[in-house]
């Protein structure tokens, strides 16, 4: 029978104590709505006691989110009668409420950081249980630093605030100093201790990674017969964050042979969960994190883009829809082969490519990918339709004029103020042409000198560039009209260089403008 294991969020409370991600009132709702959504068992939802708007925040969730007794509500207290106080005051309008009551365990936090004795500490602690079970039935008490505290007081706590009635006893290590084989020992040893003292209390985990070992520490911890675990959406917190809440799940659910457990989240709201945390506290999250990570389930090498592409299952542990996005991405760079490329063209409705094309459609990809970091769809299309353009001019035999097409070989072009100018040398069959000019912008510089050289009257009409998909080296594509002897000529480039494609296009007219001029008149 598998295990159910508590899920305990708490991107409210831990959450937000990063630094610049604290939540206006609203933002907190909305978080809240999407964790009961994600169906995490318990919210935490703040510190009440910190300030009135925290207060007001707690309460309001408590009403609004904690209306059903689906979902557990609580909120932090310290050992202290006004925090208590103020966090029965805030969750009691939950239909579940919890109080969530902290205190020091290990010798630094009693002696250094109290500056009493541990059997002060304890009673202290007793007393908060007591103070707090005046009001519900429900008491999480964390014995904070418990990693580094001496074994036989963690246990002399636990023991006493379990008899003045905790139903949750949590470990925390609070300053991600365990490993994982050390921390899963404590929790065999301490779960041991308390199914004999009281069978109905929850055994807890909140773990920080300090160490990078915050996710393992909780596994280790489930293994070893703790029952439920404390985490933050995207691994927020305190210094280097908690342990990430979809770590954990997925986790358990990809390898459940291992923990042989089961929690109660819907997975497939993991990925709307991580992006609203990540976009109200502007906290972004780092591309090669685990789950929730914008390159998790995005593959840009042909060798893994081929296998997946034969069998998912060869680089894919997760179903990207398990956890809430469409499908794997397939990341087109120039490490991409040719199945992958194929692949996505025909995702794009280019599914009548026939062997010839395909290939000069590929060379013409590497060649952009070679530039550009991502060929995107929207560079593909670009790259099809630049690749038709040139195969229809070869369809009309347009040998004959080659001689007076012009080709751009090189360009320099200075953009300032005062005096914008340009130089470019062109091909023009055998014969290489320079010229150069001054205009009153780069690109009526670099028109100035093209026509210098073609020593046509040509009018420019229009102009407009815009971008082809994201990212710094995303494509330019230009779009021109010209007019020479009253005939319009429409003509359009794309280039990593805004320059080059503005060039690429005029000159493109100015063939089409040749190609008319030599036409035989029918
Ligand atoms: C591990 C964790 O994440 S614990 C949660 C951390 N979260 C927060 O701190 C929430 C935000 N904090 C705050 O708003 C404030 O610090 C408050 C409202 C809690 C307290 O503010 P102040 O009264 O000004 O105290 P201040 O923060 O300067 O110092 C903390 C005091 O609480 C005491 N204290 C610390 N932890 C506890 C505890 N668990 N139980 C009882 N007292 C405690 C300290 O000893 C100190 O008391 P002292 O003034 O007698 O030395
Ligand atoms: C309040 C407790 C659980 C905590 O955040 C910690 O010890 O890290
Ligand atoms: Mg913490």
Redesign the pocket.
Known sequence: MTRKIWVFDTTLR?GE?VPGAKLNLYEKLEVAQQLKKLQVDIIETG?P???AGDFNAVKEIAAKVGNTDETIITA?A???KA?IDAVYNSVKYAEKPLIHI???TSDIHVEK??GKSKNQILD?GVDAVKYAKTFLPDVQYST?DASRADFEYLWATIEAVVKAGATIINV?D?VGYAEPEEFGELIFKLNDRLKNLNDKVLLSVHCHNDLGMATANTLAAIKNGADKVECTINGIG?RAGNTALEEVVMAINTRLSVYNACTNINTKEIMNTSRLVSSLMGLDVQVNKAITGDNAFAHSSGIHQDGLLKSRDAYEIISPIEVGLDDMDLVLTARSGRHAVKSALEKLGFNQLTDTQFEGIFEDFLKLADVKKEVYNHDLYVIVENYYAKNDNHNHDMTHYSDNFYELMDLQVISNTNFPSASVKIKKGDQILKNSAVGSGPVDALYSAITKISDLDIKLIEYTISSISRGKEALGKVKIQVEYRGEKYVAKATDTDIMKASAFAYISAVNSIVVDTLLPVE
């Open positions: 831990d104590q510190f006691s910190s300030s932090l310290r050992a202290v925090d902290v205190l020091g950081k109290f202290i904070e925390p609070t305190e």
